[in-house]
């Protein structure tokens, strides 16, 4: 079974990782996924280091409810601590399947990230009808492609 949601996954360019049955909340995982996508490792790393510590709110957009405005410009923000280390091991692990196939790690850009409802697991509790929630995550990095600025300002110039 191929869980691989990403059609143009090209194996020697990229890396991921992937995460089933994980014991945190899908809608706060579905946030800091949108929260995380299309920054660099490094960065992203550094977020959630600020969001563990309280001293960045993860902006919600999504599923607002409940959620007060924060300092800034973010709006609506919480600090899911618990997802933020379970991105956070991800994202290290993504780094060393990166390493284990040579890319070169200081500029992983993190360009797809999947977030799914795992199965329904019965809790045995008092209270009857409760079920455990589990996510499933997939991330996808590719090493990020450096802009070539003084090339382009070269070919305006030549052309007009």
Same mark, same amino acid.
């Given at each position: 079974? +191929?869980?691989?949601?990403? %059609? +143009?996954y090209?194996? =020697?360019?990229?890396?991921? $990782?992937?995460?089933?049955?994980?014991?945190?909340?899908?809608?706060?995982?579905? =946030?800091?996924?949108?929260?995380?996508?299309?920054?660099?490792?490094?960065?992203?790393?550094? @977020?959630?280091?600020? $969001?563990?510590?309280?001293?960045?709110?993860?902006? $919600? %957009?999504?599923?607002?409810?409940g959620?007060?405005? %924060?300092?800034?410009?973010i709006?609506?923000?919480?600090?899911?601590?618990k997802?933020?280390?379970?991105?956070?091991?991800?994202?290290?692990?993504?780094t060393?399947n990166?390493?284990t196939?040579?890319?070169?790690? +200081?500029?992983?850009?993190?360009?797809?990230?999947? $977030? +799914?409802?795992?199965?329904?697991?019965?809790?045995?509790t008092?209270?009857?009808?409760?079920?455990?929630? @589990?996510?499933?995550?997939?991330?996808?990095?590719?090493?990020? %492609?450096?802009?070539?600025?003084? =090339?382009?300002?070269?070919? @305006?110039?030549d052309?007009?």
């Open positions: 079974m +191929n869980m691989l949601s990403m %059609k +143009n090209n194996k =020697e360019n990229m890396a991921r $990782v992937l995460a089933t049955n994980l014991r945190i909340s899908t809608k706060y995982s579905i =946030e800091m996924s949108n929260y995380l996508r299309g920054k660099t490792i490094t960065r992203a790393q550094y @977020l959630l280091d600020k $969001v563990i510590e309280k001293q960045m709110a993860m902006p $919600v %957009k999504r599923f607002t409810d959620a007060g405005h %924060k300092k800034g410009k709006g609506p923000g919480k600090f899911p601590q997802i933020a280390l379970e991105f956070k091991k991800l994202l290290n692990s993504i060393k990166a390493q196939k040579s890319i070169d790690t +200081n500029n992983l850009e993190i360009i797809h990230i999947s $977030v +799914n409802k795992g199965r329904e697991q019965y809790r045995a008092r209270h009857r009808g409760r079920t455990m929630k @589990l996510t499933h995550i997939e991330i996808v990095a590719h090493p990020k %492609k450096k802009e070539k600025k003084s =090339e382009d300002k070269k070919w @305006l110039k052309n007009s």
